[in-house]
């Protein structure tokens, strides 16, 4: 059995919490800290421990495990401290602000022999596995462009995500989790990022964004998270030199797949067609028996899947599945994100 801790009992905190006690034995959550009066109330009614101080999880000698579930800007001093107490961490998202909290928390961890990683639990997503699945098995070769979208219309931030110091703004809240699914799905390195932040309804930090990531392969990403839009957009949109993949906005994985029936060029005639903007004949409809429609495949991984590989690295059993490798790559694709909406212009890297 592996004892368990919770830094931060919120929204997130309570999520992971039922997570745990509906669907892993094997890790018990025995207490948790935070700092608000109401959620000091809550983890006594739900038969917790209510630890007075962070030191009183540190110096708790039967806790094996914590989680850190607090606004972002305070996630790396709680993981240095916990690691230097013998504690093996998750860490909700985005780990830290910048890469180079990252990097800091990980000269600690290294030292430590103890397991430090990161909940990033949209790779589980039915969507982001259709994604993987459509590539992996190859229904779809060569991608080359690949757009991710996540769009609401609720028009700004709230709570704590509202406010800058505490690592507010979409970068850092959804953005996250869609350069961290395309970091993943896209093994090659990042050359270039081009990215332009708005504040519509939110005044100190960004709530709409757009990031272009250009990989050395060629391929370029479109990530872009907006609360300000009343006309959706697909979640994800694939073009493949074989065929094009859409998955639409909303998240219930409905979508298609539409693949060239022949692989080889078609024959064109000279004829032109007349359209409402006048004359065209590039963009001719492609004759209907050219393409085949296929449904999209259905992936199988199921997000019980991170804790029960997070057991496994504490017991000696495997390597973490988010590596703190994975992550570094992410938050310096960040600070690409916030450094090119400083300069105004794309930010040549190698990531």
Same mark, same amino acid.
């Given at each position: 059995?592996?004892?368990?801790?919770?830094?931060?009992?919120?929204?997130?905190?309570?999520?992971?919490?039922?997570? #745990?006690?509906?669907?892993?034995?094997?890790?018990?959550?025995?207490?948790?800290?935070?700092?608000?009066?109401?959620?000091?109330?809550?983890?006594?009614?739900?038969? #917790?421990?209510? +630890?007075?101080?962070?030191?009183?999880?540190?110096?708790?000698?039967?806790?094996?495990?914590?989680?850190?579930?607090?606004?972002?800007?305070?996630?790396?001093?709680?993981?240095?401290?916990?690691?230097?107490?013998?504690?093996? $961490?998750?860490?909700?998202?985005?780990?830290?602000?910048?890469?180079?909290?990252? *990097?800091?928390? /990980?000269?600690?961890? *290294?030292?430590?022999?103890?397991?430090?990683?990161?909940?990033?639990?949209?790779?589980?997503?039915?969507?982001?596995?259709?994604? &993987? @699945?459509?590539?992996?098995?190859?229904?779809?070769?060569?991608? +080359?462009?690949?757009?991710?979208?996540?769009?609401?219309?609720?028009?700004?931030?709230?709570?704590?995500?509202?406010? @800058?110091?505490?690592?507010?703004?979409?970068?850092?809240?959804?953005?996250?989790?869609?350069?961290? &699914?395309? !970091?993943?799905?896209?093994?090659?390195?990042?050359?270039?990022?081009?990215?332009?932040?708005?504040?519509?309804?939110?005044?100190?930090?960004?709530?709409?964004? =757009?990031?272009?990531?250009?990989?050395?392969?060629?391929?370029?990403?479109?990530?872009?998270?907006? !609360?300000?839009?009343?006309?959706?957009?697909?979640?994800?949109?694939?073009?493949?030199?074989?065929?094009?993949? $859409?998955?639409?906005?909303?998240?219930?994985?409905?979508?298609? /797949?539409?693949?060239?029936?022949?692989?080889?060029?078609?024959?064109?005639?000279?004829?032109?067609? +007349?359209?409402?903007?006048?004359?065209?004949?590039?963009?001719?409809?492609?004759?209907?028996?050219? =393409? /085949?429609?296929?449904?999209?495949? *259905?992936?199988?991984?199921?997000?019980?899947?991170? +804790?029960?590989?997070?057991?496994?690295?504490?017991?000696?059993?495997? @390597?973490? /599945?988010?590596?703190?490798?994975?992550?570094?790559?992410? !938050?310096?694709?960040?600070?690409?994100?916030? *450094?090119?909406?400083?300069?105004?212009?794309?930010?040549?890297?190698?990531?």
């Amino acid at each position: 059995m592996i004892n368990m801790a919770i830094i931060g009992l919120g929204g997130m905190g309570v999520w992971h919490l039922k997570r #745990l006690q509906r669907e892993q034995p094997d890790i018990k959550v025995i207490g948790a800290y935070d700092v608000r009066e109401e959620a000091k109330a809550d983890i006594v009614r739900r038969g #917790l421990i209510n +630890y007075d101080s962070p030191q009183q999880i540190y110096e708790d000698k039967s806790i094996d495990l914590v989680l850190i579930t607090t606004p972002n800007d305070v996630h790396k001093s709680y993981a240095i401290a916990l690691l230097e107490a013998d504690k093996n $961490v998750i860490c909700e998202k985005p780990v830290t602000l910048n890469a180079a909290e990252l *990097e800091e928390i /990980i000269t600690v961890a *290294e030292r430590s022999g103890k397991l430090f990683t990161i909940h990033q639990n949209r790779r589980w997503d039915r969507d982001y596995q259709t994604i &993987q @699945k459509i590539i992996a098995d190859k229904h779809l070769n060569n991608p +080359y462009i690949i757009e991710s979208r996540v769009q609401g219309s609720r028009r700004g931030m709230f709570g704590w995500r509202a406010f @800058k110091p505490n690592g507010g703004g979409m970068v850092l809240d959804w953005g996250i989790h869609l350069i961290d &699914q395309i !970091m993943d799905l896209v093994p090659e390195r990042v050359v270039s990022v081009y990215a332009n932040l708005h504040c519509i309804g939110t005044k100190d930090v960004d709530d709409n964004f =757009t990031a272009i990531l250009r990989f050395e392969g060629g391929l370029t990403a479109l990530v872009n998270v907006s !609360m300000n839009c009343f006309i959706l957009q697909p979640r994800w949109h694939m073009c493949c030199e074989d065929g094009t993949a $859409v998955i639409e906005a909303g998240w219930e994985n409905v979508g298609k /797949i539409v693949k060239l029936a022949d692989p080889t060029e078609l024959d064109w005639d000279d004829a032109i067609i +007349y359209t409402a903007a006048g004359p065209t004949r590039s963009m001719l409809p492609r004759p209907k028996e050219t =393409t /085949i429609e296929l449904p999209l495949p *259905e992936g199988s991984r199921d997000l019980k899947e991170f +804790y029960t590989n997070v057991i496994e690295v504490i017991q000696g059993k495997a @390597k973490p /599945i988010v590596t703190t490798a994975q992550a570094l790559r992410v !938050m310096k694709v960040i600070d690409a994100v916030f *450094e090119s909406e400083r300069i105004k212009t794309a930010v040549t890297t190698s990531i």
